[in-house]
T-cell receptor
Framework: NAGVTQTPKFQVLKTGQSMTLQCAQDMNHNSMYWYRQDPGMGLRLIYYSASEGTTDKGEVPNGYNVSRLNKREFSLRLESAAPSQTSVYFC?????????????FGPGTRLTVL | QKEVEQNSGPLSVPEGAIASLNCTYSDRGSQSFFWYRQYSGKSPELIMSIYSNGDKEDGRFTAQLNKASQYVSLLIRDSQPSDSATYLCAVNDGSNYQLIWGAGTKLIIKP
């Protein structure tokens, strides 16, 4: 099992460009998450999908959109990138619907917006 | 605003000593508590989870939970240089889906 995979690993964008970050998991997990991590700060939730067909906003959703394409895949789209979106983006997944289940993380995407 | 607080460090500990990492949280409705380790440039990985008051041991790691004081800690015995990393405390927000994350404590184990 590959676990949680993310593409691309690195990306440089110019202000105003758009892009989609891809995430897939092969663990048959129900819930999936997108976080961003900035230096000196904890993980901040952008969007999550509790189950296939549902998505909900997290703490910092502005400037982002998501699509839960199927149970395996959850993508994050930046429509018009801004320098404030320079960050490391992590996708995570979680089995079941219990608060006791841990989240498993992908390797991350390092995004720079110039 | 639900919060999780951690000392950012760095916390410097000699090799072989006990490293003690602390975390406080604001939401009394939280039921599950997690410690993740994150090496520089890598993604977080789960070290310990704890749900009941008291201690939970797993090898060199012990998690301690005190819900009355809203306090979670992680002890690392016989610290090794490979334990040098940032440790993130995460607490569920009272729902089944979301975690509230601390900013992390950077731990340095000195040989």
């Amino acid at each position: 099992n590959a676990g949680v995979t993310q593409t691309p690993k690195f990306q440089v964008l110019k202000t105003g460009q758009s892009m989609t970050l891809q995430c897939a998991q092969d663990m048959n997990h129900n819930s999936m998450y997108w976080y961003r991590q900035d230096p000196g700060m904890g993980l901040r939730l952008i969007y999550y999908s509790a189950s296939e067909g549902t998505t909900d906003k997290g703490e910092v959703p502005n400037g982002y959109n998501v699509s839960r394409l199927n149970k395996r895949e959850f993508s994050l789209r930046l429509e018009s990138a801004a320098p404030s979106q320079t960050s490391v983006y992590f996708c995570a997944s979680k089995p079941g619907t219990s608060s006791y289940n841990e989240q498993f993380f992908g390797p991350g995407t390092r995004l720079t917006v110039l | 605003q639900k919060e999780v607080e951690q000392n950012s460090g760095p916390l410097s500990v000699p090799e072989g000593a006990i490293a003690s990492l602390n975390c406080t949280y604001s939401d009394r409705g939280s039921q599950s508590f997690f410690w993740y380790r994150q090496y520089s440039g890598k993604s977080p990985e789960l070290i310990m989870s704890i749900y009941s008051n008291g201690d939970k041991e797993d090898g060199r790691f012990t998690a301690q939970l005190n819900k009355a004081s809203q306090y979670v800690s992680l002890l690392i015995r016989d610290s090794q240089p490979s334990d040098s990393a940032t440790y993130l405390c995460a607490v569920n927000d009272g729902s089944n889906y979301q975690l509230i994350w601390g900013a992390g404590t950077k731990l340095i184990i000195k040989p």
